[in-house]
């Protein structure tokens, strides 16, 4: 096996490292999962999905989250009680990741996830939606499926 090199400019911090400083909160996933994959969620749509979750500390996420500008807050100009969160164009970058846990779960931890236990494939539990869960992975990944599926079953 040919040893991975280092990139061509060298990093002041790790990129992963960095990225978990947002990324890595409590909640954090969990929250941009909910907004990146159902429309127009709602503070109290999170709430119900993610039991444990407290409103106190959602609504930290949120902010911090906006903040940082991977979710907008939009607000119903007719109704101004009617609040919910959109993905924003930098958000839509954590989309590849979410997918990776998704695949990951899918794959090793069936058990938990599924009534039947049976592992199963991120192409199986997505087939219409690949492109938009993937982002710019997307190509990489329809090019280098034959490649991969080699990798890892040689």
Known sequence: ME??????????????????????????????????????????????????????????????????????????????REVWYNITQKGLDVVPILAAFIQFGARHRAKEVFPDKVPRDFRTLFPRDQEYMLGDFYNYARADGRAGAKARSG
């Open 3 to 80: 040893p991975h090199k280092l990139p061509a400019v060298m990093w002041k911090t790790c990129p992963i490292h960095s990225s978990l400083g947002v990324l890595g909160r409590a909640w954090t996933l969990l929250v941009l999962r909910d907004v990146s994959f159902f429309r127009k969620v709602r503070f109290s749509d999170i709430l119900h999905n993610n039991p444990g979750l407290s409103a106190r500390l959602l609504s930290i996420r949120l902010k911090q989250l906006q903040k940082e500008g991977l979710i907008d807050r939009a607000v119903n100009p007719e109704d101004h």
